[in-house]
């Protein structure tokens, strides 16, 4: 894999990442987006019905905006927007002064806040169980995310956990779930340093025999009802 530089543009650091991939990249790549392809609209099929109750309940919760978007960093430093069920009320930014300083403390250190107020009852549920991130699956369908790869990160954390060693992180696909995921969740935080182990660990050995144990790590954890998918990041702004 070939790095290539990192530049800034009116304040904005852009990334990008020349690969040169051997033979036994190239088919696990093919296979797994094969896979991504295949497994998504299998899953948004069946998963169709409930997709479609937790929007209503969404809605009646909280009327306004069903979906939430928020921009993300992707493969090469691609920017896109990531899709998840709405989880907070709709005037959240204006309610940031219901946070305590230490969950201020956690927001900036740690991208997510526990137990933060602005979070409807529904998007509660919706956390707790995962089912937020359903959406996500559209985002694997356009190419976007992969079902299994890092965490998708905002533009600051690559800055501030990753700047020496984003354009590694930046060679594969985010995902809807990985390692870090599967096997710490908050168990491993950024100040420790060892979620940004995990999630290197990830892309330097990925492969379909890691990514089938991620994946059935992840079913197992959401079958014993354990919060596999993190507590989202991007919370300053919700709308």
């Not at 990830?202 to 994946?215: F, G, M, T």
Request: hydrophobic share 40%; with cysteine.
């Amino acid at each position: 894999m070939i790095a290539g530089n990192k530049t800034t543009v009116n304040g904005s650091m852009n990334y990008y990442v020349q690969e040169s991939p051997s033979l036994k990249r190239r088919c696990y790549a093919f296979v797994k987006r094969a896979f991504d392809i295949v497994a998504s609209a299998a899953a948004l099929i069946i998963l169709s019905p409930i997709m479609l109750i937790a929007a209503i309940l969404v809605y009646v919760d909280d009327p306004g905006k069903v979906f939430y978007g928020h921009v993300r960093i992707g493969k090469n430093g691609k920017p896109f927007k990531m899709w998840k069920f709405r989880s907070m009320y709709m005037n959240a930014d204006k309610m940031i002064d219901l946070l305590t300083p230490e969950q201020a403390k956690q927001y900036y250190t740690e991208f997510k806040i526990d137990n933060d107020p602005r979070i409807t009852k529904i998007g509660n549920f919706l956390r707790k169980t995962s089912l937020d991130e359903l959406p996500q699956l559209f985002n694997v369908l356009c190419n976007d995310m992969s079902l299994v790869g890092p965490r998708p990160l905002i533009e600051s954390e690559i800055q501030t956990y990753y700047d020496d060693t984003h354009d590694v992180l930046l060679a594969v696909k985010p995902g809807v779930t990985g390692y870090w995921q599967a096997y710490a969740r908050n168990n491993a935080t950024y100040q420790s340093g060892e979620r940004q182990k995990m999630e290197m660990y990830y892309v330097r050995n990925a492969s379909l025999w890691l990514d089938i144990k991620i994946l059935f790590m992840t079913v197992f954890k959401g079958l014993r009802n354990e919060e596999v998918l993190p507590v989202s990041e991007e919370k300053k702004k919700e709308k």
